[in-house]
């Protein structure tokens, strides 16, 4: 149990665009999802925390019009990066928590490839 | 303010040889939980383990053990008898009191292990 989902697993968007990135938790309730991102050969950085129903909080230095979270379900979260740049190509990773777990379960992943 | 510290940037090492990667953290909270992940190539992490701050016992799975010092503050990670399949990023993980948990979820800069046949 407890399976988090990430789609899709790999994009790639030209500079300008925006690029939407889902993130569901499979068999369980997530009321809390988490937003990572990380650079080649570098550690996880937290990005944001949503809330079902609710705005999400960013992390310090994280832009919130331009890393949009949406949670409106217990079951998806969505990370659209509006108007990517090369400089946003990054590995983006999920993480949920919920259905009485204290746990975090992560998702395998999202590689972004801005050209 | 939490951190975690592993010294150990890359190691390499012969398989069957054992292997430990360190890990020491900071935290003013007395309840926090510390975490081992295993990152492959394929990006995607997988948990380990994870260990209360109140449970100092050493824990064995396998080929894997780890050793929790509250005195030293240090969450070591032993792979005995190592593999290939073992190459990968290993992170250390530290997160405040489970009310507080995602929010506070602090990994540490990774462990980059090269397992040589």
């Known amino acids: 149990g407890a399976v988090v989902s990430q789609h899709p697993s790999r994009v790639i968007c030209k500079s300008g665009t925006s690029v939407k990135i889902e993130c569901r938790s499979l068999d369980f309730q997530a009321t809390t999802m988490f937003w990572y991102r990380q650079f080649p050969k570098k550690s996880l950085m937290l990005m944001a925390t949503s809330n079902e129903g609710s705005k999400a909080t960013y992390e310090q230095g994280v832009e919130k019009d331009k890393f949009l979270i949406n949670h409106a379900s217990l079951t998806l979260s969505t990370l659209t990066v509006t108007s990517a740049h090369p400089e946003d190509s990054s590995f983006y990773i999920c993480?949920?928590?919920?259905?009485?777990?204290?746990?975090?379960?992560f998702g395998p992943g999202t590689r972004l490839t801005v050209t | 303010a939490q951190k975690v510290t592993q010294a150990q940037t890359e190691i390499s090492v012969v398989e069957k040889e054992d292997v430990t990667l360190d890990c020491v953290y900071e935290t003013r909270d007395t309840t926090y939980y510390l975490f081992w992940y295993k990152q492959p190539p394929s990006g995607e992490l997988v948990f380990l383990i994870r260990?209360?701050?109140?449970?100092?016992q050493n824990e064995i799975s396998g080929r894997y053990s780890w050793n929790f010092q509250k005195s030293t503050s240090s969450f070591n990670f032993t792979i005995t008898a190592s593999q290939v399949v073992d190459s990968a990023v290993y992170f250390c993980a530290l997160s405040e009191a489970y009310w507080n948990y995602g929010q506070n979820f602090v990994f540490g800069p990774g462990t980059r292990l090269s397992v040589l046949p």
């Open positions: 260990r209360n701050s109140f449970d100092e």
């Open positions: 993480s949920a928590m919920g259905g009485g777990f204290y746990e975090q379960y």
